[in-house]
C-alpha cells in the first residue's frame, strides 16, 4: 500500500509566482481531493474529481485556483498569481466510491506552501 | 452553509483517563460522520467512522452518533501522551457524491 503521494513537500515562492503541486491518489481510488488548512483550522475543501471528471469546486475558490486530473489518475492544483494569503498546508485526499458506505478519505502527508 | 463545530480546547486530561471530545453538525442530511487525529505538523489519519446511531467502539476509542441531535462524539478510554493531538470531526453528506466537512479540531493534551 503505497498511500496518498504529494509533491512537493515544501515550496517556497514569491508573491506573484506560479506554482503547481502534484498528488498521486491511492490506486483503485477513483475519487480525489483537494483541501487547504491553515494553522490551527480544519481542513477547508477545495475540490474534488470523481475518475477525471470534476464534481464539485469550492464557491471560495478564488480564480486563480485551477485543478486538473487527466486521465482519472494523478492530479494537479496550481495557484497563479500567488498571495501571502495563499500560505498554507495544502492536502489531497482519496477515497473509493463504491455504494454505501463510501470509503473514508485517506490523506497525503500534504505540501506546505509559503508565499514571501 | 454546512457547518461542523467543535470545541476548539486545549482539553487536558491525566494519563489513564477518559477524553470526550464532541461535535455538532448543522445539516440535517448528514448520513456519514468521521474522526481524525492530526499531529502537529502532519496530516490527518482517519480513527474511526460511524453511519448508525448509537455507539461504534474500536480498542480505546469509541465513538457516538445522536442525529436526531445532530451529535457525534469520540470517547478515548486509558488516554495516553500519545494520544495528544488535534482531533478533527469531519461529515459527509450522503454516500453518492459531496465533499467532507471538517470542524476546526479539538486540542487535546494528556498529561503523564
Known amino acids: 500500500d503505497t498511500g496518498v503521494s504529494q509533491n512537493p513537500r515544501h515550496k517556497i515562492t514569491k508573491r506573484g509566482q506560479n506554482v503547481t503541486f502534484r498528488c498521486d491518489p491511492i490506486?483503485?481510488?477513483?475519487?480525489l481531493y483537494w483541501y487547504r488548512q491553515t494553522l490551527g483550522q480544519g481542513p477547508e475543501f477545495l475540490t474534488y474529481f470523481q475518475n477525471e471528471a470534476q464534481l464539485e469546486k469550492s464557491r471560495l475558490l478564488s480564480d486563480r485556483f485551477s485543478a486538473e486530473r487527466p486521465k482519472g489518475s494523478f492530479s494537479t492544483l496550481e495557484i497563479q498569481r500567488t498571495e501571502q494569503g495563499d500560505s498554507a498546508m495544502y492536502l489531497c485526499a482519496s477515497s473509493l466510491a463504491q455504494g454505501f458506505p463510501n470509503s473514508p478519505l485517506h490523506f497525503g502527508n500534504g505540501t506546505r506552501l509559503t508565499v514571501t | 452553509q454546512k457547518e461542523v463545530e467543535q470545541n476548539s480546547g486545549p482539553l487536558s486530561v491525566p494519563e489513564g483517563a477518559i477524553a470526550s471530545l464532541n461535535c455538532t453538525y448543522s445539516d440535517r442530511g448528514s448520513q456519514s460522520f468521521f474522526w481524525y487525529r492530526q499531529y502537529s505538523g502532519k496530516s490527518p489519519e482517519l480513527i474511526m467512522f460511524?453511519?448508525?446511531?448509537g455507539d461504534k467502539e474500536d480498542g480505546r476509542f469509541t465513538a457516538q452518533l445522536n442525529k436526531a441531535s445532530q451529535y457525534v462524539s469520540l470517547l478515548i478510554r486509558d488516554s495516553q501522551p500519545s494520544d495528544s493531538a488535534t482531533y478533527l470531526c469531519a461529515v459527509k453528506e450522503d454516500n453518492y457524491g459531496q465533499n467532507f466537512v471538517f470542524g476546526p479540531g479539538t486540542r487535546l493534551s494528556v498529561l503523564p
Open positions: 460511524i453511519y448508525s446511531n
Open positions: 490506486s483503485e481510488h477513483n475519487r
